[in-house]
Each structure stands twice: as structure tokens, then as C-alpha cells.
């Protein structure tokens, strides 16, 4: 069965930094695209950033040359590393393989002063 976990949410200040994990098993994220998406209660889904399994990287424009995402082949881990936090960026963020409709169950960001 897959199963995706994120992990790595929490409370940050703005202008701190983030690094949220998303732990794959019954896959291997090297053979998939894996995007990341953050929701905050009352809006829409915003897209944050993906990493094909080719290696192309993209982001949202809300949150290019902040955000980088990448992957580490040997803990079959995607990485979410937030840098210049800002109040917006507070959500739950989720991560998923689009080619399974497989999700992970979501981890808190607060970005509070």
C-alpha cells in the first residue's frame, strides 16, 4: 500500500526558515513527479512546487526563489526547504503524486510574529 507522510511543519517567525519532509513507501519517488500543494482554510489549492522525475524543478510565483524542492534518493524522501518565510505562507501543506491520486495527510505552517 502507498502511503505518503509529511513531516516538519510548525511555528516560525517571519523571515525564518522551514524544511518539510514527505516520506514515500510502496514507491519509489525517483520514478514519479511529485508536486507539493498548500491549502489555507477558505481559499483555493495553490500549487507550490514540483520535481518531475526527470529532474525539472517549478514553483508558484508566490513562492519562487524562496522555496526549493528536492529529493533524496537514498531515504526516498522529498524536501520542501522554505526560506523567507512570510505571514501568507501560513497553511497546510500537503504533498502528492499526481499519477496515483496519492497524498500524504498534510502538515501545519504557521508563520507568526
Known amino acids: 500500500q502507498v502511503q505518503l507522510v509529511e513531516s516538519g511543519g510548525g511555528l516560525v517567525q517571519p523571515g525564518g526558515s522551514l524544511r518539510l519532509s514527505c516520506a514515500a513507501s510502496?514507491?519509489?519517488?525517483?520514478?514519479?513527479?511529485v508536486v507539493w500543494y498548500r491549502q489555507a482554510p477558505g481559499k483555493q489549492r495553490e500549487f507550490v512546487a514540483v520535481l518531475a522525475s526527470g529532474g525539472t524543478l517549478n514553483y508558484g510565483g508566490s513562492v519562487k526563489g524562496r522555496f526549493t524542492i528536492s529529493r533524496d534518493d537514498a531515504t526516498n524522501t522529498v524536501y520542501l526547504q522554505m526560506n523567507n518565510l512570510k505571514l501568507e505562507d501560513t497553511s497546510v501543506y500537503y504533498c502528492?503524486?499526481?499519477?496515483?491520486?496519492?497524498w500524504g495527510q498534510g502538515t501545519q505552517v504557521t508563520v507568526s510574529a
Open positions: 510502496g514507491i519509489s519517488f525517483g520514478r514519479y513527479n
Open positions: 502528492t503524486v499526481p499519477a496515483g491520486d496519492w
